[in-house]
């Protein structure tokens, strides 16, 4: 298949090209279809996390399930509000297609090597697009797909200078991950969200014209 990707003039074309791409489905992953992406290009900042939960894939939308609304609440703790979620903030995964659930259980399937390798082409050319300078690493996934090998303790409340962007790992919020159950990893949360606020107040726009979150595609 060609992706022809890295092509895409404008975000508006990528998405529709990414909203198209059903890879991972003809070789035969069970993964749900359409593929999820949210928000406008350039921003100064991207999240990349794993993959979309079951509530993004029923409500047709990225970063609507339960952990993600954790997620929202440290980057409101760190100074963001509702109208910087697909603006300021461009927001995308690993792997764009909800992957189902694990056999026999009521947590989201890890997307396979495979299927992450499927995608980082659209992950690339969201890059290129979005031009973030700060990359939010939303869990394990994330963090070691784009970082150095790093335990995560090593790596959540520090952030990493890379190709001339800054990239700051924040834990899963999955309420299947216990690695926040742990006072000191909670107080390396608290110390990323600190850094995340100080980027943040460094690097928003000073004016940034805002609309309906729900306008944004
Ligand atoms: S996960 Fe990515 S590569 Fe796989 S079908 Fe969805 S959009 Fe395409």
Redo the contacts with the bound molecule.
């Keep these: 298949m060609n992706l022809q990707a890295p092509d895409a003039a404008t975000i508006d074309v990528l998405h529709e090209r990414?909203r198209a791409?059903?890879?991972?489905?003809l070789q035969g992953f069970p993964?749900s279809?359409p593929?999820l992406v949210f928000g406008r290009a350039p921003a100064p900042f991207m999240l990349i996390g794993q993959a979309p939960s079951l509530t993004d894939w029923r409500e047709g939308r990225i970063y609507k399930g339960p952990a993600a609304q954790k997620l929202i609440g440290w980057l409101r703790d760190a100074g963001f509000d509702d109208r910087d979620l697909g603006r300021t903030v461009y927001m995308t995964a690993l792997?764009?297609?909800f992957p189902g659930r694990q056999p026999g259980k009521s947590t989201d399937r890890a997307?396979s090597a495979r299927?992450r390798t499927?995608?980082r082409e659209?992950l690339g050319a969201e890059l290129a697009l979005v031009q973030p300078r700060v990359v939010i690493l939303f869990g394990k996934m994330a963090i070691d797909t784009i970082l150095p090998a790093m335990p995560l303790t090593d790596a959540i409340g520090n952030t990493f200078d890379l190709g001339g962007r800054t990239y700051l790992p924040l834990p899963h919020s999955s309420g299947a991950s216990t690695w926040l159950n742990d006072d000191s990893n909670r107080a390396l949360l608290a110390q990323a969200i600190g850094r995340l606020s100080d980027l943040r107040r460094a690097i928003r726009p000073a004016q940034t014209q805002f609309t309906s979150v729900e306008n944004i595609t």
């Design positions: 990414i791409c059903r890879r991972c489905e993964i279809p593929p792997t764009k297609c997307p299927e499927n995608c659209w």
